[in-house]
């Protein structure tokens, strides 16, 4: 099987006034395709993996290779263009661009990219498309609703086509309807073959769309479950890993 | 109170950079203003105690004894509006000898040094009682004839000999008379009777001085009508040379500080405002970033006074920490000119610390923070305490940047578009930071055009009577034709341009103008019209810059002056600048001048030597020729480098001043900018933003406001620059067209150096920007 993500005994620690273990030896492969979820109570080290994956922090010790790429050998500038190319970021909170409009935010990393400004607007005007936000183009962050911030979010972290999509809670704040909304999209390009890797505390979530469950207990991997694709996950399952979260 | 000092002490050491910036700007701005309100107050304190203690006069004439009687003088001292006249005295001007060194004096015939006006203070000895004896006065130029001592032997050198004099004391003068080169001349006192024998009738003529006090003498217009009252009552063309008034004496005496004040005002107003502009936008970047803390404190119960208090004294403190350093700095920036000035005019040197300037620099600063950094704090008072602690920061600034999108669709990378747009996202921000850049690019302006317009007149030495490698002055017992031969005869001499100085009236001018006429090869030792050409034919005259302003006068036109009763017709065909005539006077060739006077001969040589000659050596052998008949003096341009140079550094130090202060001004407005937006830089980093394309989106916000304050700092600096260059120069006697110096390449020098600046001001939040964690960021969301 070909890993997309290879994490090795990584460890992250915290020293800022008290020293914090946020990940103790954690040890976890990615294969390309699948749609892995990471759960786990507050603290228990989720945002630290994802942030580790996604090259926005380095770890303390240990390994970790992304589509080839040693993150724990990369310096500033590679760790930029391996975000900009190899990754798509799904925050919880959007964070759009608020003083530019939703063509505008979804063409940033394209444009970062060295991507011409024509190619760059085309590529954004399909994902929009696609994403059921053509009449939107020009509106503002600010005056859409919080499920079409999202659908903008999923689109800008689509643009350079990457190799994995990291989704941090992409429904926390959002109503259940708009939140299945997204989720169904994740899920429809997971279908397409695109590696997800979400980080959420929400059970239910997990197991109704990851195809394999991670939690993680202070900093270390308690649990790797991997479920039947095309199922929903049986109440015993759910019980069990909700039982386990806390 | 304690509450509010304990939060005014927690925010002054929390926000470091912010307390770091106002700190370094106040000590910038309070050094300059300290040493400009130090120079202008106490250059001329010596002078006015001086002149107080003497009852100096106002206005002192020197008039030609052949045509105005000592009786008539006496009669103008019942003159209205004299409240107190001397007794004339009879005057010449002689050069006086000791060993080699020669100096021209003004020989005054007095009979005590006490009086109505005037009074003379003895420094040691006594009065003259008989022939043969001689009171000097200090002057600073002459080392041999300014250390005599009571019992020295001079010599005073005159046609019919060397007449030899004792000097029986010396005296402290207020007040130089103006002597033929504009040079300042000091006066030595005899008895009466004494002086109609050193005179000659040509060279050295015989005159008498009048001084006179007046009811209303305190500026220049009431000078003027009280000098009318006076001349109406006299004969026409009585006077011998130019009326001396207390106000230019003043300013003589200070003539650095005069030429300086101007700058030195205009940099430290600009300073200051520069430092209000900085701190109103230090205080309103505290104001947002301390949002959420505000809506706390206001609910634990502080007053809307008291949240004022605590952002005002979160300024105040590290201003007066700055001018605690500042003042005293300035104050001992102002010693050297202070101790030069009292050196120059023999008056006793003040110290450098004035309690008055240094309190009221203190107290203004104070006033200035406060006012600057109350609007903000109002602004923190009046917030909705319930708003701001849900909200948690202030709202931010969302409004899409027209700029941004115009780069967009320029092309421009789209980090500096997302730069250009943030340059005013805050607009209040961005007017502060662009008022303090845009006196910074003015002052680059005016520093450009200054040093480029210092060292073209420093570098047309002829316009300040330097031209020559060594000057040979004439007296009357050494004939022309000998001194042109011996000089001629010199293996070192190149050429020689003789030259005579001479009075003319002018119509319509009230001081007589000097006339220089000039025989030799004047273009070919310097000599040259800024306008115009030099003079060719007979007739033609090259005039000095300002008596071509004020008589009118451009290229072509005709004027008949009078020179000695007889009229001369001249046609203007060139305009000099000329610093050794105090920018009035004409000059004109030998043919022109000997058509009225033809006994006139030169008295001044002016010596071109082969290059490698010793200049020194060169003078040292002419004066032995003939010790008591010449004057000799080899150029030394070291004097005028000091001054230009000191003049350079004052300006160069200056500059810099207002430059720090406008790129601490882009500093604080970029660093509170990147941390307003910390979150979306974050968000930008993570979608793959290389921390060189941050920096260069901090840098677009700053390439922005640099390239506007230029729209505005450019033409403001070249206004600035027109009104000082008219103040400073026509001082000195050049009028300066300062739009010859703004070329295209100056320009962009400035331009250039403008986004230097402002580039610099934004490099650290760039870096800090480009360096911040973007897990951290976000994790504090």
């Known amino acids: ?246 | 109170m304690r509450p509010v000092l304990t939060q005014i002490r927690a925010a002054v050491l929390r926000r470091r950079t912010q307390t770091a910036t106002v700190v370094l700007v106040s000590l910038l701005a309070t050094t300059v203003s300290t040493m400009a309100l130090t120079l202008l107050v106490r250059s001329t304190q010596p002078f006015d105690d001086a002149f107080a203690r003497v009852n100096g006069p106002h206005l002192m004439f020197h008039l030609d004894a052949a045509r105005v009687t000592p009786e008539q003088l006496q009669a103008t001292s019942t003159l209205p509006g004299v409240t107190a006249a001397g007794s004339p005295h009879e005057i010449a001007l002689v050069p006086l000898q000791r060993g080699e060194e020669k100096a021209v004096f003004e020989i005054v015939g007095r009979a005590t040094p006490g009086g109505a006006v005037d009074r003379i203070t003895l420094r040691d000895g006594r009065w003259p009682e008989r022939p043969g004896e001689i009171v000097l006065s200090y002057r600073g130029d002459l080392p041999a004839l300014n250390h005599v001592t009571v019992g020295t032997h001079v010599r005073a050198v005159s046609r019919t000999g060397l007449i030899p004099f004792t000097v029986v004391g010396t005296a402290l003068d207020v007040g130089d008379s103006m002597y033929e080169n504009s040079i300042g001349v000091a006066r030595a006192w005899v008895q009466p009777g004494q002086v109609a024998p050193l005179t000659d009738g040509d060279q050295v003529r015989l005159g008498y001085e009048m001084a006179y006090r007046f009811q209303r003498a305190a500026t220049t217009d009431e000078l003027a009508a009280d000098r009318h009252v006076v001349e109406a009552a006299l004969p026409p063309n009585s006077q011998l040379w130019r009326v001396t008034d207390w106000l230019s004496m003043r300013a003589g005496s200070v003539w650095l500080v005069t030429l300086l004040s101007s700058v030195i005002l205009a940099f430290s107003v600009f300073a200051l405002a520069a430092v209000a502009v900085v701190v109103a936008s230090v205080v309103a970047g505290a104001v947002l970033s301390s949002y959420r803390e505000i809506g706390i404190i206001k609910a634990l119960g502080f007053t809307p006074r008291e949240i004022v208090a605590i952002f005002i004294g979160q300024m105040v403190l590290p201003a007066l920490a700055g001018a605690v350093v500042g003042i005293p700095a300035g104050a001992l920036a102002s010693a050297p000119i202070l101790k030069d000035v009292a050196s120059e005019t023999g008056l006793p040197n003040q110290g450098f610390i004035d309690p008055v300037a240094d309190v009221t620099i203190f107290l203004g600063t104070v006033v200035l923070v406060v006012m600057a950094a109350l609007i903000p704090a109002i602004r923190a008072a009046r917030t909705d305490s319930v708003r701001a602690i849900s909200m948690g920061s202030a709202p931010a600034a969302s409004r899409r940047s027209r700029l941004a999108g115009v780069l967009s669709w320029l092309g421009a990378p789209r980090p500096l578009s997302l730069g250009a747009g943030d340059a005013f996202a805050r607009p209040a921000r961005a007017i502060l930071t662009l008022i303090a850049l845009a006196i910074g690019i003015a002052t680059l302006v005016f520093a450009f055009a200054f040093q480029k317009t210092l060292g073209e007149l420093a570098g047309n030495r002829a316009s300040y009577g330097y031209a020559q490698d060594v000057d040979v002055y004439r007296y009357p017992a050494f004939g022309d034709a000998d001194l042109s031969a011996l000089l001629a005869a010199q293996p070192e001499t190149s050429s020689v341009v003789a030259t005579r100085f001479l009075h003319v009236d002018v119509p319509g001018a009230a001081d007589p103008a000097p006339l220089v006429g000039m025989r030799g090869d004047a273009p070919g030792l310097g000599y040259s019209a800024r306008t115009g050409r030099w003079f060719a034919n007979p007739g033609e005259a090259v005039v000095a810059a300002l008596t071509a302003r004020d008589a009118h006068l451009r290229l072509g036109d005709r004027i008949t002056v009078t020179l000695e009763g007889k009229s001369l017709t001249l046609q203007v065909v060139g305009v000099l600048d000329d610093f050794s005539l105090n920018g009035r006077g004409f000059r004109v060739g030998w043919e022109t001048l000997s058509a009225v006077q033809p006994a006139v001969s030169p008295n001044d040589y002016l010596v071109r030597l082969r290059a490698g000659s010793d200049a020194k050596a060169f003078a040292k052998r002419i004066t032995a020729s003939r010790p008591e008949s010449l004057n000799v003096t080899a150029t030394d341009v070291n004097q005028i480098n000091f001054y230009t140079d000191l003049i350079n550094g004052m300006v160069g130090g200056l500059t810099i001043v207002l430059v720090l202060v406008a790129s601490a001004g882009v500093f604080n407005a970029t660093l509170l900018s990147t941390r307003e937006r910390s979150h979306d830089i974050a968000t930008l980093k993570a979608v793959g933003m290389t921390a060189r394309q941050i920096a260069l989106m901090v840098g677009g916000t700053a390439l922005v406001l640099a390239v506007t304050a230029s729209v505005v700092g450019v033409p403001l600096g070249m206004l600035l620059t027109g009104a000082i260059f008219s103040a400073m120069f026509e001082f000195v006697g050049v009028i300066v067209d300062p739009s010859g110096t703004f070329g295209p390449g100056t320009l962009l020098l400035v331009f250039g150096a403008a986004v230097a600046v402002a580039l610099a001001g934004s490099a650290l939040p760039a870096r800090w920007a480009a360096t911040a964690s973007v897990a951290e960021v976000l994790r504090s969301e």
């Open chain 1, 1 to 246: 099987m070909s890993w997309l993500v290879e994490m090795s005994e990584v460890s992250k620690v915290f020293t800022g006034g008290v020293r914090t273990v946020a990940l103790d030896r954690v040890t976890l492969h990615i294969a390309t395709g699948e749609f892995t979820a990471v759960m786990g109570a507050s603290g228990s080290g989720k945002s630290t993996l994802l942030n580790l994956i996604a090259g926005l922090d380095r770890a303390t010790s240990g390994r970790i290779v992304v589509d080839g790429i040693d993150l724990t050998r990369a310096n500033e500038s590679q760790l930029a263009r391996y975000r900009r190319s190899r990754v798509g970021f799904v925050f919880q909170f959007f964070n759009l661009l608020s003083n530019l409009t939703v063509m505008e935010n979804v063409m940033v990393p394209a444009e970062l990219a060295g991507t011409p400004s024509a190619q760059a607007r085309t590529r954004a005007g399909e994902l929009l498309e696609e994403l059921e936000m053509t009449g939107l183009q020009r509106s503002y962050p600010a005056n859409i609703s919080g499920g079409q911030r999202q659908r903008v979010a999923i689109a800008r972290a689509l643009i350079n086509r990457p190799a994995l999509v990291l989704a941090d809670e992409p429904t926390g704040a959002l109503d259940s309807r708009s939140g299945d909304q997204v989720m169904g999209l994740l899920d429809e390009l997971n279908q397409r073959g695109q590696t997800i890797l979400l980080v959420t505390h929400d059970v239910k979530l997990a197991a109704g769309h990851g195809r394999r469950v991670v939690t993680l207990r202070d900093g270390r991997v308690q649990d790797d479950a991997r479920l039947q694709p095309q199922r929903a996950a049986e109440p015993g399952e759910l019980l069990r890993l909700g039982a386990e979260e806390a």
